[in-house]
C-alpha cells in the first residue's frame, strides 16, 4: 500500500511482501509516475510489472494498491474507499497534514484494518472504537 | 505515559523538514537527527527511546538509512509497557522485514507476548507476526498461533487467522495443522473473524489439496448458509456500504466458493441457487454492488455452474461493456476474456461494442480490449476486424501502434485464407505504420511474395504507389525496394494486372527514381540504403537504359562511411563495369524463397545459416552469402542474399561465371586465413575451385611441373611497396608510391618468370617481428595482349603462415604497361631454422582463353 502525494512525496508506505530499500523507492517512484499522469476519466487500475495497480485519488493524495493480477479490482477500490473513511473518522475531517504528523497513528489504524495483506476488519465502527482502546492505553 | 504528548520533538522535528527548502537542508536536518539519536542510543537512553525511534521511521520514510535503529526496536519490543511495545513493533514491521538476522533475536520477545495475559499486547504480537514472519519463525510460532484461533476474543482470533495465512504461505506443510480450527473459524458471527477465517481457507486451500478436500466437505454448506445470511440481512448500519451489507465478505466467500467449486461438480451444484440469486439481486447502481456482481460472474465462471446461469453472467458482463464507467469496462474485458474460452458464442455477440473499446482513450481499456480482439477472431470474422482494426491504426496514439500493429499482423497471418487479402492487408498496415512492424513480419510478407507469381505484379504496383505517399515508413520502403528490384519490370510493362486495379504508367526511370530516393533519404537506415544499392544493381541489368544512371549513383556511394555501403558500392561498380557478360545472370530474379523453411525458421530455431558458406567475410552479410553454390537455397537468410548467385550453378553457366567466383572467392578467402585456418588448406580450397573450372584448357606456355630456375638478377624496376589499401577491386596500379629504399633491407628478388608473365617479389621486416615478412608482388604482363581475370595464388611450408591481401586489380595491360601488386604476410614459425619457400599458381584469360601457371619459389634471400 502506498499513500503519496501528487508531488511524489511518500506519506505512508507498507509493504507485505519484503523488498530491498532501494527497490521499494524504485517501485514507488515508478507507480507514482503511473498514475499521476491519467485522466480521472480513466479506470483506477494500471497493470505494473506482474501486478495490477489500484489507485484512488483523494485531494493531493493518491491510495494506491499493488495486487495481484486476479484479485478483485473493484474490491479493492471499494476497500482504499473504506480505509480513507475510517481515516477520516478517526482524525475528523483529515487532511494530508494530520497523516504527516501521525504517520505513526497511520500506521496502527491501517495494522487493524489488514494484516499479512488481507483484509482483517471490514467495520468502520469497530476500528474506530478498537482504535480508541488502544488511544486509551497510552 | 504517551510518548508524543510528552515531548513535542518529533513534531518539531517533521516541521524542521518540512521548512526545509531544498533537498542539502533537508538531508542536513536529518543528519543532525540522526547524529542526536545516535548520541541517545549510545548511552542507552531509557526515557526517549521511542521517542527516537518514532524519528526514525519517518526519517527511513523519508528514503535515508536507519539501520542503526534496528536493535532500538528489539529493546523497546522487550520492555514491559504497552505504549513502549506499540511503537517498537512499528519499528519492527517498518525498520525491518523478515530477512534480516536481527529478526531471530525477536522471536523470543514475540513468543512471550503472544502468550501474554494482556489482550492489547498478544493482539500487536500477532499483527507483527503477520506482517514480518519468516520461515524459521513460522515453525517456532505457529503453535501459539493455532492456540490462539481457540481463543473466545474476536480481536485475537481475526489476527491469528490471518497470522495463520502468512504463516502457511512461508511454510505450506503446517497447512494441516490449521484445516479443522479454519473450518470451525466460519461458524462464527462476527464479520471480522469471519472475513479473516474464509480469507485462510481460501489460502488453505491453494497451499494443500488435502485441505481442498477437507474444507470441499466440510465447509461448502457453511459457505452457502453464510452468503445468505449476508445478502438477506436486513440494514446493518454496521457493515453497511452504500447499501449492501458487507460487500467485503460477501466476495472473500464468493471467491472461497470458486475455489472449492473448481472441478467439483457436486459443491457446485449446492451453490447454483445462491449464486443465482445474488446474481440477480445485488444492485448494481454501485461499485460495490458492481464488485460483487464481477466476483460472481467469475465464480460462475469458474465452477461447474449450470448453462442458464452462465448465460446469465455474460448477460451481467454485456452490461458492465455498455456502462459508462471506465472501470466496470475494465473488469467486464478482464472477465471476458476468460469467459471466451467457456462459452466463445456468447462473447461473440458483444463484439461491436468491445471493438468500440480499442479505440478508448484509457490505456488500460484499450490494451485489455485488443487482447479480447485478438482472442476473439476467427475465420468468420477476420475480414471486418482487421478492417475496423487497420482503419483505427491510422488514428491511433503512437505509444499504441506498437501494440496495435503486432497484433494486427498476427491476425492477418495466421487467418489468411487467400494472398491476395495478406498481402493488401500488409501493405496497408506498413504504410500506415510501417515504422512499428517488425522485422520478421516483413521478411514473412517478401516470403509470401516470392511464392505468388501471379500477385508479384500487383505487389510491386502497390507497393510502387505506396512508397510516394509513406517514404518514412521504413518498413514498407525496404519492402517495396526489394519488390521493385526483383520484379520491376512488371512494374514498367504491367504484368499480371489484377481487375481490381486501376491502370498505371511507371517508366523505367521513375522506378529507378523511386529507389533512388530511399537510397538518399536522411532517415534511411543502413538495411534499406544496402537493399536499396542491391535494388539498383538488379534493376541496372533490366532497365538498360537508365543503367549509366544507376551506374553515378552506385559510384556516389564509394566513398560512404558506412563500410557496408562502401564495400556494396565498390563490388557492384565492379560488377557493372567490368563483368557485363555475367552480369545478367549474377542479378537474376532470386529463386523462390522457400516458405516452410522460413516459417520453420521463424517457429523459434536460430540454427546458424546451413547454406555452405566457403567464403567467411563476417561482416558482409551480402558478399559473404552469395557464394553459397547453389546445392542449399539457403533458407536461413533468405532476405539478405541479395545479390543470388545461388542460381550460379557452376556446371551449368560458362566458365566464365566460375572465374568471377573464384575472383570474389580471391578477396574472399585471405581473411579466412587470418581467422584462424591453416593457409595450406586454404590454398587447397583455392586449387579444388581452381580445377573446376579451368582444367581443360591448359596449353599454355607455362610447363607447371618445371620449376623455373629464375634468374636470382635483382630487378632493376623500381617495385611498388606500399600495398594497395583501398582499390580492391579496381585496377589502378598507378597509385603505388615510390619505393622506400631505406626500409629494403632485402633485394627485389624476380620470383617467377615465363614468356607472358612475370612476378617481382620485394620484402620488408620489422626488426622487432623477424618471423614475419611483408611481401610485395608485383605482376607484370610481357605479352603483347591483356591478360584478365588475373587470379595468384600461393602455397606454403606448413611450419609457415600466409596471409594474403587482396590483389589491386585482376587485370594485366598488355606489354609491360601497368602492373598489378599484392601484398602477402608471411610468418616463418621457425625462423632461423628452415628457409621460406612457396608455391605459386597464376591463373587468368589470355586472348579469350583460360590459362594456368605454377611454379615454386625457392629463391628467397637468406633470412626469412
Known sequence: ILLQNRQGKTRLAKYYVPLEDSEKHKVEYEVHRLVVNRDPKFTNFVEFRTHKVIYRRYAGLFFSMCVDITDNELAYLECIHLFVEILDHFFSNVCELDLVFNFHKVYLILDEFILAGELQETSKRAITERMAELEKLE | ?864
Open chain 2, 1 to 864: 505515559m504517551n510518548p508524543f504528548s510528552s515531548g513535542t520533538r518529533l513534531r518539531d522535528m517533521i516541521r524542521a523538514i518540512r521548512a526545509c527548502k531544498t533537498a542539502a537542508e533537508e538531508r542536513a536536518v536529518v543528519r543532525k537527527e540522526c547524529a542526536a539519536i545516535r548520541a541517545a542510543i549510545s548511552e542507552n537512553d531509557q526515557d526517549y527511546r521511542h521517542r527516537n525511534l518514532a524519528k526514525l521511521m519517518f526519517i527511513h520514510m523519508l528514503g535515508y538509512p536507519t539501520h542503526f535503529g534496528q536493535m532500538e526496536c528489539l529493546k523497546l519490543i522487550a520492555s514491559a509497557g504497552f505504549p513502549e511495545k506499540r511503537i517498537g513493533y512499528l519499528g519492527l514491521m517498518l525498520l525491518l522485514d523478515e530477512r534480516q538476522e536481527v529478526l531471530m533475536l525477536v522471536t523470543n520477545s514475540l513468543k512471550q507476548d503472544l502468550n501474554h495475559s494482556n489482550q492489547y499486547i498478544v493482539g500487536l504480537a500477532l499483527c507483527a507476526l503477520g506482517n514480518i514472519c519468516s520461515a524459521e519463525m513460522a515453525r517456532d510460532l505457529a503453535p501459539e498461533v493455532e492456540r490462539l484461533l481457540h481463543g473466545r476474543d474476536p480481536n485475537i482470533k481475526k489476527k491469528a487467522a490471518l497470522c495463520s495465512i502468512r504463516i502457511i504461505r512461508k511454510v505450506p506443510d503446517l497447512a494441516e495443522n490449521f484445516m479443522g480450527p479454519a473450518a470451525s473459524l466460519l461458524k462464527e458471527k462476527h464479520h471480522g473473524v469471519l472475513i479473516a477465517g474464509v480469507q485462510l481457507c481460501t489460502d488453505l486451500c491453494k497451499a494443500n489439496t488435502d485441505a481442498l478436500e477437507y474444507l470441499r466437505k466440510n465447509c461448502t454448506e457453511g459457505l452457502v448458509r453464510i452468503l445468505k445470511d449476508v445478502s438477506n440481512s436486513p440494514y446493518a448500519p454496521e457493515y453497511d456500504i452504500a447499501g449492501i451489507t458487507d460487500p467485503f465478505l460477501h466476495i472473500r466467500v464468493l471467491r472461497l466458493m470458486r475455489m472449492l467449486g473448481q472441478e467439483d461438480a457436486d459443491s457446485s451444484e449446492y451453490m447454483n441457487d445462491i449464486l443465482a440469486q445474488v446474481a440477480t439481486k445485488t444492485e448494481s447502481n454501485k461499485n460495490v454492488g458492481n464488485a460483487i456482481l464481477y466476483e460472481c460472474v467469475e465464480t460462475i465462471m469458474g465452477i461447474e455452474a449450470t448453462s442458464g446461469l452462465r448465460v446469465l453472467a455474460i448477460n451481467i458482463l454485456g452490461r458492465f461493456l455498455s456502462n459508462r464507467d471506465n472501470n466496470i469496462r475494465y473488469v467486464a474485458l478482464n472477465m471476458l476474456m476468460k469467459a471466451i474460452t467457456v462459452d466463445a458464442q456468447a462473447v461473440q455477440r458483444h463484439r461491436t461494442t468491445i471493438l468500440e473499446c480499442v479505440k478508448d482513450s484509457d490505456a488500460s481499456i484499450r490494451k485489455r480490449a485488443l487482447e479480447l480482439v485478438f482472442l476473439l477472431v476467427n475465420d468468420g470474422n477476420v475480414k471486418p476486424l482487421a478492417k475496423e482494426l487497420i482503419d483505427y491504426l491510422e488514428v491511433s496514439d503512437q505509444e499504441f501502434k506498437g501494440d496495435l500493429t503486432a497484433k494486427i499482423c498476427s491476425i492477418v497471418e495466421k487467418f489468411s485464407q487467400e494472398k491476395l487479402w495478406y498481402i493488401d492487408q500488409m501493405f496497408k498496415v506498413l504504410s500506415l505504420a510501417g515504422n512499428y512492424v517488425k522485422d520478421d513480419v516483413w521478411h514473412a510478407l517478401i516470403v509470401v511474395i516470392s511464392n505468388a507469381p501471379d500477385l508479384q505484379g500487383y505487389s510491386v504496383r502497390s507497393l510502387y504507389r505506396a512508397l510516394q505517399t509513406s517514404y518514412e515508413q521504413e518498413s514498407l520502403v525496404r519492402v517495396a525496394v526489394w519488390c521493385i528490384g526483383e520484379y520491376g519490370e512488371m512494374l514498367v510493362n504491367n504484368v499480371g494486372v489484377l481487375e481490381v486495379e486501376e491502370p498505371m504508367t511507371v517508366t523505367e526511370s521513375d522506378a529507378v527514381d523511386a529507389v533512388e530516393v530511399a537510397l538518399k533519404r536522411h532517415s534511411s537506415d543502413m538495411t534499406t540504403r544496402a537493399m536499396s544499392l542491391i535494388a539498383l544493381l538488379k534493376l541496372s541489368s533490366r532497365f538498360t537504359p537508365t543503367s549509366e544512371r544507376i551506374k553515378e549513383i552506385v559510384t556516389q556511394h564509394k566513398g560512404s562511411v558506412a563500410l557496408e555501403l562502401q564495400q556494396r558500392s565498390i563490388e557492384f561498380n565492379s560488377i557493372i563495369q567490368r563483368h557485363q557478360n555475367i552480369k545478367s545472370s549474377l542479378v537474376e530474379r532470386m529463386p523462390v524463397l522457400d516458405e516452410a523453411a522460413y516459417l520453420g525458421k521463424r517457429a523459434g530455431s536460430s540454427q546458424p545459416t546451413l547454406s555452405a558458406e566457403k567464403s567467411s567475410k563476417p561482416t558482409t552479410s551480402a558478399a559473404s552469402l552469395k557464394l553459397p553454390n547453389g546445392v542449399a537455397k539457403p533458407p536461413a537468410a533468405p532476405l539478405v542474399d541479395l545479390l543470388d548467385l545461388s542460381s550460379d550453378d557452376a556446371p551449368v553457366l560458362p566458365s566464365a561465371p566460375n572465374d568471377f567466383l573464384n575472383d570474389l572467392l580471391g578477396i574472399g578467402l585471405p581473411n579466412s586465413s587470418s581467422s584462424g585456418a591453416a593457409p595450406s588448406t586454404t590454398t587447397d580450397l583455392l586449387m579444388d575451385l581452381l580445377s573446376i573450372g579451368t582444367s581443360p584448357a591448359q596449353n599454355g606456355p607455362s610447363d607447371s611441373n618445371v620449376v623455373p630456375s629464375s634468374a636470382k638478377a635483382a630487378e632493376s624496376k623500381p617495385a611498388p611497396v606500399t600495398a594497395p589499401v583501398m582499390d580492391l577491386l579496381d585496377g589502378l596500379p598507378s597509385n603505388a608510391s615510390p619505393p622506400r629504399d631505406e626500409n629494403l633491407v632485402y633485394p627485389t628478388i624476380t620470383a617467377f618468370e615465363s614468356s607472358t608473365l612475370k612476378i617481382a617479389f620485394s620484402f620488408e621486416k620489422q626488426p622487432e617481428k623477424p618471423q614475419v615478412t611483408l611481401i610485395s608482388a608485383t605482376f607484370t604482363n610481357l605479352s603483347s595482349s591483356t591478360l584478365t581475370n588475373f587470379i595468384f595464388q600461393a602455397a606454403v611450408p606448413k611450419f609457415v603462415q600466409l596471409h594474403l591481401d587482396p590483389a589491386s586489380s585482376s587485370t594485366l595491360p598488355a606489354n609491360g604497361n601497368g602492373t598489378i601488386t599484392q601484398s602477402l604476410r608471411v610468418t616463418n614459425t621457425q625462423h632461423g631454422q628452415k628457409p621460406l619457400a612457396m608455391r605459386v599458381r597464376m591463373a587468368y584469360k589470355f586472348n579469350d582463353e583460360d590459362k594456368l601457371e605454377q611454379g615454386q619459389i625457392s629463391n628467397f634471400p637468406p633470412g626469412l
